[in-house]
């Protein structure tokens, strides 16, 4: 099963007309797209009664990824977390069965360490059972040590474009789940893909199913709202 969005429910008025006309901004999205990443949870905490509200907004089958607080990953650095951590489980909780994979995406100068990101990495899964993935910008993170202790932590490792380092565009970590993340190219945040881009995208998602992998695609270049014509077209190569 493929999972196809943008980073933001945004319906942008250059492509309003492949939406619902009624209806919230979230509720004209989950009618055509089939996912989405909350980014807004890594700036500032959301109530519990504001993701049942969301859930409440969209259809059964839509799925929403939620990304892990900036407080966990760049302030503390995956150090002494335990307690925000709680905290943003307890909120996303909100979300019920329409709760997706955890997106914890590291600041580049975060290297892996055992004395810190091994034990964050254990406990983040003990707390939760349900997917997460992981997006180091660090290549100290792509070393085949990690790499084991991802998967046997059932933590699949983000595949990124652009790259930021060799190797981070290809999926890692636990196999069982496959994260695209789409933030735009040449001009990260800004520039469309090219629609030989987003047909070997699309094959991608289509072999990922054949071997019964779940896999997400998400555009994050959403500052010329070039995300959501991305998905959108993405979406209509999956069901032809």
């Keep these: ?9 945004n319906v942008p008025k250059a492509y309003a007309g492949a939406f619902p006309a009624v209806g919230s901004h ?22 519990l009664a504001t993701y049942k509200r969301w859930a409440e907004a969209t ?13 966990i990953t760049h302030e ?34 975060l290297r892996f360490d055992d004395r810190t990101s091994d034990p964050f990495l254990r406990a983040f899964r ?14 100290s993170w792509l070393a085949p040590s990690v790499d084991a202790l991802l998967t046997k932590l059932r933590i699949a490792r983000v595949a990124a474009d652009p790259a930021p380092m060799p ?11 496959r994260y695209y993340r789409l933030h735009g ?17 699309a094959d ?20 010329t709202f070039a995300a959501t014509g991305d998905a959108l077209s993405i979406l209509e190569r999956w069901a032809s």
């Design 1 to 9: 099963m493929a999972f196809i969005g943008t980073a933001g429910w």
């Design 26 to 47: 979230l509720q004209r999205y989950a009618q055509r797209l089939t996912a989405v990443e909350i980014n807004t949870s890594f700036y500032r905490p959301h109530r």
């Design 59 to 71: 259809p059964e089958h839509f799925r929403f990824a939620v990304k892990v607080p900036r407080m």
């Design 76 to 109: 503390l650095r995956l150090g002494n977390a335990d307690a925000p951590l709680q905290r943003f489980l307890d909120e996303i909780a909100g979300l019920g069965p329409k709760l997706g994979p955890l997106l914890l995406q590291l600041p580049p100068s």
């Design 126 to 139: 003990h707390a939760h059972g349900g997917s997460i993935v992981c997006e180091p910008r660090h290549d």
């Design 167 to 177: 190797g981070a565009d290809e999926p890692g970590g636990w196999q069982g789940l």
């Design 185 to 201: 190219s040449p001009k990260i945040y800004y520039s469309a893909y090219e629609q030989h881009a987003l047909d070997a995208m």
């Design 204 to 223: 991608r998602l289509a072999a990922d199913a054949t071997r019964g992998c779940e896999s997400w695609c998400i555009f994050d270049n959403t500052a």
